[in-house]
Structure formats: C-alpha cells, structure tokens
C-alpha cells in the first residue's frame, strides 16, 4: 500500500512570495490533515478535511493560508504572501474513518520550506 | 482543552542502557494517547496508541508506554537502546474529532 505521497520534498523562496504544497493521501481515506512543525517544535494543526469538505481550520492563519481538496483526494496548501515565520516543515496525514473515528493517522515525508 | 508536556529536549543514553521519555498530559476528557517516532527528513510514524484497557501498551521496535491516570503519565520506555533508535520521539493526545495535540518532542541520541 502506498503511503502519504508529498511534493515538493524542499522548497526556497523569499518573503512576500507565494508558495504551494500538494498531498495524495492514502487511497481511500476519508480524512485528511496539514501540519505545521516548526524546527524544535511538535507538528500543529492547521486544518483538517473530511472528504473533500473542512471539519477545523481554527489555527490556520486565513489571512495567507488557504487549503483545498476539492475531490475529495488530493489536497494542496498555499501561502501567500510568505512570511519570514513560515519557515516550517508542513506535514500531510491521512486516516481511514470518519473525523471523529480513533485512528491512526498516517504521515507524509513532508514540504521543508525556508523563507528567506 | 489538551495539552502534553515532554520533559528534557535532548536524551543521551548508550548502546544497551534503558531509554526513558517523559510525557505528561492535561485532558479534560478521558485521553487517547500515542508516541509517535521521527526520523531525519521523514514523517512521522506510529509507535503505539493507548485509548482503552490494558494500561502498559507494547508497540514496534520493542517500546512500550504506561498510562497512569493518577499520575497523568504516559512515559515511554524500552529495555535496551539500539543504534537505530536514534531519532526524535514524541507523544500526542487526541482531541475531539481525531485532532492530535503534540509534546515539544525529545531527541534521542544514542552513544556506542
């Protein structure tokens, strides 16, 4: 079975600019999440999606974060306009149920982003 | 609301010697607890859960936690420490809908 797929695995560019990250979680699973981590830091939750609608995006910085997953499967997350704070590794996870299921969510690798 | 706490960043332990990671939780609600393991330029992987029954919880790679409600510990353990443990470990508490909350983490440094 394939894992959380991830890309780009490492991304630079200078504040202001904007930047996207893309997730294929694990086929078939109903719910989907991004995390932030910063360096030093456990990872944090930014929004979650069951199917392709959103159950929490309370810590998402709206202001210049947006995230989609509009089938339902793939999903990306955008910052626009990068700030010098961003600089983060963004998890992807998947997890088979329904959002309020106990389950396992399973990690990506992983987008390392440096804002310079 | 959750929230973990790991005590000491860093652990520095040998090639054999006992490895112990702290992990102290708040919940408002009865928890689901996990440990969580990182290695370098990876995502993170499932090492073992706790959510009900049986309060020492085995997992992969020979760890295993105790949940000690009177005591709000979750603390992981594993008797002998091999050179491929090294990595960064860290313990999470569900929260409605599935959502994680994460310790700060602790980096595990084994020595030859």
């Known amino acids: 079975e394939a894992g959380v797929a991830q890309s780009p695995r490492y991304k630079i560019i200078e504040k202001r600019q904007s930047v996207a990250f893309w997730c294929n979680p694990i086929s078939g699973h109903a719910t989907l999440y991004w995390y932030q981590q910063i360096l030093g830091q456990g990872p944090k939750l930014l929004i979650q999606f069951q199917n392709n609608g959103v159950v929490d995006d309370s810590q998402l910085p709206k202001d210049r974060f947006s995230a989609e997953r509009l089938k339902g499967v793939d999903s990306t997350l955008k910052i626009q306009p990068a700030k010098l704070e961003d600089s983060a590794v963004y998890l992807c996870?998947?997890?088979?149920?329904?959002?309020?299921?106990?389950?396992?969510?399973?990690f990506g690798p992983g987008t390392r982003l440096t804002v310079l | 609301a959750q929230s973990v706490t790991q005590l000491g960043s860093h652990v520095s332990v040998s090639e054999g010697a006992l490895v112990l990671l702290r992990c102290n939780y708040s919940s408002s609600v009865p928890p689901y607890l996990f440990w969580y393991v990182q290695y370098p330029n990876q995502g993170l992987q499932l090492l073992l859960k706790y959510t009900t029954g049986a309060t020492l919880v085995k997992g992969i790679n020979g760890f295993e936690a105790e949940f000690k409600k009177s005591e709000t510990s979750f603390h992981l353990t594993k008797p002998s420490a091999h050179m491929s443990d090294a990595a960064e470990y860290f313990c999470?508490?569900?929260?409605?809908?599935?959502?994680?909350?994460f310790g700060g983490g602790t980096r595990v440094l084994v020595k030859p």
């Open positions: 996870a998947s997890s088979p149920g329904l959002a309020g299921a106990v389950d396992e969510q399973f």
């Open positions: 999470a508490v569900r929260a409605a809908g599935n959502k994680l909350t």
